[in-house]
């Protein structure tokens, strides 16, 4: 399904409202010229990337920055073989409860360009299995634009193999881009309730090419199993 302005000429509202009749195979919107569109709504439908190779699930793009606004993606379920959700130019959205699959990166779900005021809710989730005290990368946000400003929070649950320890975990994280630099400007305290043994930076996170990254770490020749959750905002 593709949608411009062209095809829509002065609309002010397109939704894509619980459909029913199998998976969209790559949802895109998109403005042209001076078009914009004021409020795009996804909710609850099963959408799959357009092939094997490349497909992106979501594709909202403003012709201009800022032509595409109020933008909400709620309980989607999102197959793809490349990026889940590429946005660009979009001000304002707000993504609750994705679910993910078959992502060719599965930590890297997003791609945010030129973007402002976006919220994720409950925006990604994963499990794992740690067995050593090496920092294992889960979530990738992708690149930042200049100007950015990101806030992160990891929530994790953490259980020992043979459950003689749990913890429930949260940390959050602040990254901006400047210019040609991208940095971790802020890393909250880990708030560890459980008394695990976990290490202080069993969640952390680092820059990587304009990327903010988040791991987890576990104990060495220690099983522990992981359920990690993210929100964030982007300003």
Not at 39 to 53: A, S, Y
Not at 109 to 116: A, I, M, V
Not at 131 to 151: E, H, I, R, S
Not at 183 to 197: C, F, I, P, R, Y
Request: glycine letters at 10%; proline letters at 2%.
């Amino acid at each position: 399904m593709a949608v411009s302005a062209d095809d829509i000429k002065g609309a002010k509202l397109i939704e894509a409202l619980n459909v029913h009749h199998g998976a969209i195979n790559g949802l895109k919107y998109g403005t042209q010229g001076a078009n914009t569109l004021d409020r795009v709504l996804i909710l609850g439908d099963h959408i799959e990337g357009k092939d094997n190779t490349g497909g992106i699930a979501i594709e909202i793009t403003a012709a201009t920055v800022g032509a595409i606004t109020r933008v909400r993606i709620t309980n989607a379920i999102i197959k793809s073989f490349s990026r889940g959700m590429e946005l660009t130019g979009v001000y304002g959205a707000v993504i609750t409860a994705p679910s993910f699959s078959d992502l060719a990166t599965p930590t890297r779900p997003y791609f945010l360009t030129s973007c402002k005021n976006i919220r994720g809710r409950d925006a990604f989730n994963a499990t794992l299995v740690t067995t050593d005290a090496t920092a294992t990368l889960v979530f990738d946000m992708g690149d930042l634009a200049d100007g950015n400003l990101l806030k992160v929070t990891m929530h994790a649950l953490a259980a020992k193999s043979d459950m003689s320890a749990v913890g429930s975990l949260r940390r959050d994280f602040t990254f901006k881009r400047n210019g040609a630099t991208t940095s971790l400007v802020a890393s909250g305290t880990l708030v560890n309730d459980g008394g695990s043994g976990l290490p202080a930076d069993a969640l952390s996170a680092a820059v990587s090419a304009h990327r903010a990254q988040f791991n987890v770490k576990g104990i060495a020749a220690e099983t522990w199993n992981w359920t990690v959750n993210f929100d964030f905002e982007l300003q």
